[in-house]
């Protein structure tokens, strides 16, 4: 087998950090070739320097047994690499065919030529299996939409080696199934792919050899017919990790959160939760599932009083809550992990004292006589700081500079240490590594245990699964409906989160209501913008 | 009720068209250049070293043509100046165009006075000439209304229409529209996103002081202090009321014209208004049409007011 891409012993230093220590990746052409690795592993650095977004210190790059030197994205595609980014590059108010030739040489430069162009683009998807219609206006697509445009654009402008990063992320269980039956057809036509993941199962399913990067230093290349889950974690880890949890039984009885015919609005003014009920009982966690924007946000922010109830009512432990403060909310022994943490869940300024006083600053021991206690503050964050294993030089370093599974356990160590009634999690492993989020899980466990109440709001599927007793799916700001135990169906969930309800799920009516919101997300933009002007 | 009518005659239309022109032509400029994400506050200050440079280029040349050259000079250095400030050093826009504004304010006037001096009457200058077209002038009622204007006038409609085209049909457009709605995607396909927001800077600059050489170089034939008159922060709003497409733009300078001659007549016909009430006509207008029109704001670039930041790349 010819390679397509060979780089050789590449070396990459940033200010503090050696990115990519002798690096050596041989891709051949017409595979499907997986590079795994936890965040920070050097991943990304990598795939950037071949894609010209930045220049290695060291080491030689060879695409088809041809020396190259790639110093920009432009000297990247001549030499037919494309790359298809993890947020997607497209203008949202432009059309499919506009954003396919954008900054391309027009046949009647400088006049634009959309005509030819739609022709080579519907050329281009038919031969691919890559159908889209190239008179749409991209906000109107679907996400999975959107990333066939992305690949058409790289392929538009003449790649045959596509990296792809993290391409699974945004997208549904049955978008990610389509995704690969479009990989597959084009290694067939020759194209070469290179997948960028954290997830292993994806790798286990799509890719034919695996390189996995640990610390920036190459670990291995192995075929992933000759491999499996474990061994890669261990590879990607350094050590035995569990992939699956114990759950003990719980005494589950009552009921500390209940959402009755709850609806809210978002920014724009359209309803972002419409007639959501639901009850979490002690000693249990529910997971809500649900491709991101469908809600829950909303959904985290109306239960922690940060968002006004347009109907319904919301108990906790039997009290109303829905004309109270947030402050009182927190006071029921409610604690929140939320989605953002270095903007909602810490104050990156602020030393690891200071953000773990945050919710429980004006009670004593903290604060007597309306002053601080700055002893009894260093005594309680040396001993979080230890109970939580928060990696850090003492408790006035700054949580900025921590990284970010640190980070996520000084939000931890301050909602969890207070023994709260009900955990709102969102997100809780966002871009954590294996380590950090084998850590959060088993928190959240324990919390269940112990007898509180967790609502997990996650996008991650596989930690749905693993964690939750019951599911609930969320589209569209309603939901879908239920499953409970041992009977999930990952293709169920999968459907739901794609608008199907639960009842109608099994009348072979796909009735799929449509593509997650794009009108949310440009709701989202202009609600930013209004901040900036 | 006859005396009303009697406002809207030719004459009225016709200093309509002349009047709408320096609005017009700092608008389109700033079509582009928010188009490319950036937000020029500073239009007036543009539009005020236009009127002022064009004075003071055709007192020392002796030609008004010579006198537009300069004002257009100290347009592209202002335009480059500001695209500096909020490009290259990310500055807040708003703030950075509010200070240019009170610096060109204070900046002419004082120069005014420190060239020629205090005098009971400004220095006057050799002007840009109407230039009659022919035979069009000659259709009854519109002819005058349209063709017996200063070349700078009808430059002002004609860019309109270059503009529109540019920005639509063209492979350049394309390019400003996506540094404008996200700098990040046009960035990632090799699109050089400072290159192009610093032409649009230096493009908006350039046309604004273009207007205000309308205003000292063809309607008048001097400088007046702060002679601008607000027609900076005018083009700002018929830019947003005209959904960021150059005819839209247009339009709104066109009531501001139209709200300027009405206001104007109305003095000299001696209508019991006190002249400061009829002064901010035009404005009640633009404020009344914002209202109107308030909230269906989809044409926005998404990225406008935004500095772009290169991505880290680690």
């Given amino acids: 087998m010819p390679t397509a891409v060979k780089m050789v012993n590449i070396v990459k230093s940033f200010p503090g950090v050696l990115a990519n220590k002798n690096v050596t990746l041989e891709v051949e052409k017409g595979e499907i070739h997986a590079l795994l690795g936890e965040n920070g592993a050097g991943k990304t650095t990598l795939m950037n320097i071949l894609f010209g977004l930045s220049q290695p210190d060291s080491g030689e790059i060879f695409i088809n047994d041809q020396r190259v030197s790639i110093n920009s994205p432009t000297d990247a595609i001549t030499h037919g690499i494309g790359m298809i980014h993890q947020h997607f590059m497209l203008i949202p108010v432009f059309t499919v065919t506009e954003n396919i030739t954008l900054g391309e040489h027009s046949p009647k430069e400088p006049l634009l030529d959309l005509e030819t162009a739609k022709n080579k683009i519907l050329e281009i998807g038919k031969s691919a299996g890559l159908h889209v219609n190239p008179d749409a206006k991209v906000m109107d697509l679907c996400v999975g939409e959107q990333q066939r445009v992305e690949i058409i654009k790289a392929i538009y402008r003449g790649a045959n080696i596509l990296i792809m990063d993290e391409p699974t992320s945004v997208l549904t269980p049955q978008e990610t199934d389509e995704l690969f039956v479009i990989l597959h057809q084009l290694t067939e036509k020759g194209n070469t792919i290179l997948f960028i993941t954290h997830k292993l199962r994806e790798v286990m399913a799509i890719s034919d050899r695996v390189t996995v990067l640990r610390d920036g230093s190459l670990i291995g290349t192995v075929k992933t017919k000759d491999t499996n889950r474990n061994e890669l974690a261990k590879m990607m880890v350094g050590r035995e990790v569990f992939l699956t949890f114990d759950k003990n039984p719980t005494h589950k009885e009552e009921v500390v959160l209940d959402l009755q015919h709850v609806y809210a609005k978002n920014e724009c003014g359209l309803h972002a939760l419409k007639d959501v009920s639901l009850q979490v009982k002690g000693g249990e966690i529910l997971g809500i599932a649900g491709v991101d924007g469908n809600g829950q946000n909303e959904l985290a922010e109306v239960i922690m009083g940060l968002r006004p109830l347009d109907r319904g009512d919301i108990l906790i432990k039997q009290r109303s809550v829905k004309l109270n403060t947030t402050r009182d909310i927190i006071d029921l022994g409610v604690s929140c992990i939320p989605f953002l943490r270095q903007k909602e869940g810490l104050v990156l300024t602020f030393s690891v004292s200071e953000n773990l006083i945050l919710k429980e600053w004006h009670n004593p021991p903290i604060t007597r006589k309306g002053f601080f206690d700055t002893k009894a503050i260093i005594d309680l964050s040396k001993k979080l700081i230890k109970e939580y294993n928060i990696k850090t030089t003492g408790p006035n370093a700054k949580v900025g500079n921590m990284s970010g599974g640190n980070q996520q356990k000084v939000v931890l160590a301050r909602e969890l240490s207070r023994n709260p009634n009900l955990v709102v999690a969102c997100h809780p492993t966002h871009g954590l590594d294996i380590g950090a989020t084998e850590y959060v899980r088993q928190q959240l466990l324990k919390e269940r245990e112990r007898g509180a109440a967790v609502l997990l709001i996650s996008t991650e599927l596989d930690e749905i699964m693993a964690l939750c007793d019951r599911i609930v799916v969320l589209f569209e700001g309603q939901i879908m409906g239920e499953v409970a135990g041992e009977k999930i169906n990952v293709d169920d969930i999968g459907l739901m989160m794609l608008g199907v309800r639960q009842e109608n799920l099994h009348h072979g009516t796909l009735a799929v209501a449509g593509c997650s919101s794009a009108e949310t997300k440009r709701c989202n933009v202009t609600t930013t913008e209004k901040d900036t002007i | 009720m006859n005396n009303i009518l009697s406002l809207f005659t030719e ?40 009127a002022f440079f064009g004075v003071l280029g055709s007192a020392l040349t002796g030609s008004g043509w010579m006198g537009l050259a300069a004002a257009m000079l100290a347009g592209t250095i202002t335009g480059l100046l500001y695209g500096f400030i909020v490009i290259t050093l990310k500055a807040n826009q708003s703030v ?60 002002a409609y004609i860019l309109v229409g270059v503009a529109t085209f540019v920005i639509f049909k063209t492979t350049w457009g394309l390019k400003v529209r996506a540094v404008g709605e996200n700098p990040r995607a046009a960035a990632s396909i090799g699109i050089n996103v400072y290159a192009w927001r610093y032409f649009c800077a230096i493009l908006a600059g350039c046309l604004a002081s273009m207007g205000g050489a309308v205003l000292s170089l063809v309607d008048l034939n001097m400088f007046v202090d702060g002679m601008s008159g607000g027609r900076g922060y005018f083009a700002l709003a018929t830019v947003i009321l005209g959904r960021w497409h150059p005819v839209g733009a247009a339009i709104g300078g066109l009531v501001f014209g139209a709200g300027n001659a009405l206001q104007m007549r109305m003095q000299a016909f001696g209508v019991k208004i006190p002249s400061d009430l009829l002064l901010i006509l035009p404005f009640v207008l633009a404020f009344l049409a914002v209202v109107i029109f308030h909230g269906k704001s989809s044409a926005k670039p998404a990225a406008l007011a935004k500095p772009y930041e290169k991505e880290a790349t680690i």
């Fill in chain 2, 11 to 50: 004459e009225f239309f016709y200093a309509t068209i002349r009047m709408a022109s320096p609005v017009i032509l700092a608008a389109t400029g700033e079509v582009f250049l928010q188009r490319s994400g950036i937000i020029n506050l500073g239009m007036e200050s543009m539009v005020i070293y236009g």
């Fill in chain 2, 96 to 155: 950075t165009g509010t200070a240019f504004n009170i610096v060109g304010i204070g900046l002419t006037s004082f120069l005014a006075r420190v060239i020629w001096g205090i005098r009971e009457l400004p220095v006057q200058v050799d002007t840009i000439k109407p230039w009659s077209v022919p035979i069009l002038n000659k259709i009854p009622f519109i002819g005058h209304i349209l063709f017996d204007h200063s070349p700078l006038v009808y430059l």
